[in-house]
């Protein structure tokens, strides 16, 4: 998957649990997920299965540790899912 | 699955081996020495501010200790405590409840390591002080990810050695007066998911006088607890990953809001805005949450 189609597909998961409407509306690559969108450690579990399960991929702890910006989590789903 | 508390208890998977983990760190095992040295004059100076000072009372106090100790007594190992969360000083009243002064000093380790949050219980040298005696190991909410999963580790050791663990599956206190499971935190299923041998047991403790959350409960209030363990075979079946952690922690919120409807229906309990009558301290009555003057 291209990288746009992956950012809006991502983008449209975080939303679900994203405490900052406004914030969600200038969303970038280089967007902090916990920070900026202010989603909590819990939810962003939450966001990580939502991830497993659009995406029929398994995100291991590592990986998901490293998520920090939105950028991060496309760039790693287009490794896991490539196609 | 909910397991009712019935006296035939039932195993919950309590024959599993414990999971080889590294050693205690160091300074939790020093902690936990002179925890154990202070807790005779440490465990009756709380006694006698939640009894004598406070003027706290827990309701049925006999039935609720048969309760629990069906549920764990010849269990040899680590206990996860999941509790409700309404006031600052709900591990303490838990604590206060479930076993008498003499059993913490036979078996220090059922006195439950807890998770304060640094911000609230890390202000002052007392409070500090007090944590450290208590088993308690700072969580910073919303801090950085990797000192979070280091407190988790540090819990995870903990439950190896056999301790047991008070956790609040609702992260911090809740805004709405009731079990809001909207708001749970998967830790506590990671926790459980990594400790084989750990039973899990969901305890509802609230006052009467208790109409929504707050700091310290009223003086003079009227605790009622329930507990009850919890199974959770289908988290089980998941795994151990985060999807089944977030089952267990699913399976614990459900099983605290039937405790908490158990503490709704009890007819024995009375509806009170205010504790009953007790004579007024002074200016102890508006550190504990009573008017001054109330009486």
């Known amino acids: 998957m291209t990288e746009q189609p992956m950012f809006e597909a991502v983008v449209s998961i975080i939303s679900r649990y994203a405490k900052d409407p406004e914030a969600m509306k200038q969303v970038s690559m280089n967007t902090s997920i916990l920070r900026d969108l202010k989603v909590n450690s819990t939810r962003f579990v939450d966001v990580v299965l939502d991830f497993e399960d659009k995406f029929k991929v398994e995100i291991s702890d590592d990986d998901a540790d490293k998520i920090e910006t939105i950028g991060d989590a496309v760039q790693l789903l287009q490794r896991l899912a490539p196609h | ?295």
């Open chain 2, 1 to 295: 699955m909910i397991k009712d508390s019935s006296p035939s208890c039932g195993t919950v998977r309590s024959n599993a081996e414990p999971v080889p983990r590294p050693p205690w760190p160091r300074a939790i095992r020093r902690q936990w020495w002179i925890a154990r040295l202070c807790f005779p004059a440490f465990g009756l100076f709380f006694h006698f501010l939640l009894s004598v000072v406070a003027a706290y009372r827990i309701a049925d106090l006999k039935r609720f200790r048969k309760e629990v100790a069906c549920l764990v007594d010849g269990h040899d190992g680590p206990v996860i405590i999941s509790a409700n969360h309404l006031t600052m000083i709900d591990s303490l009243v838990i604590m206060w409840a479930l076993f008498p002064f003499s059993s913490y000093l036979r078996d220090f380790r059922r006195l439950p390591w807890n998770m304060p949050e640094a911000r609230n219980f890390a202000r002052n040298l007392w409070l500090r002080t007090m944590c450290y005696l208590g088993k308690c190991v700072y969580v910073t909410r919303g801090g950085a990810l990797a000192s979070r999963r280091a407190t988790v580790e540090t819990f995870k050791s903990l439950l190896s050695q056999g301790e047991w663990i008070l956790i609040f599956p609702e992260g911090g206190r809740s805004r709405t007066g009731m079990v809001d499971p909207e708001v749970a935190t998967y830790t506590v299923g990671e926790l459980f998911l990594a400790t084989p041998n750990a039973r899990l047991l969901c305890v509802y403790a609230r006052g009467e006088a208790q109409k929504t959350w707050g700091a310290l409960p009223k003086r003079g209030d009227v605790f009622h607890l329930y507990a009850t363990l919890v199974a959770a075979p289908e988290a089980l079946a998941l795994g151990t990953g985060r999807r089944a952690a977030r089952e267990v922690a699913q399976t614990i919120t459900s099983t605290l809001v039937a405790l908490e409807q158990k503490w709704f229906h009890n007819p024995a309990r009375q509806e009170r805005s205010q504790p009953p009558r007790l004579p007024h301290l002074g200016g102890l009555d508006d550190a504990l949450g009573q008017p001054p003057g109330q009486t």
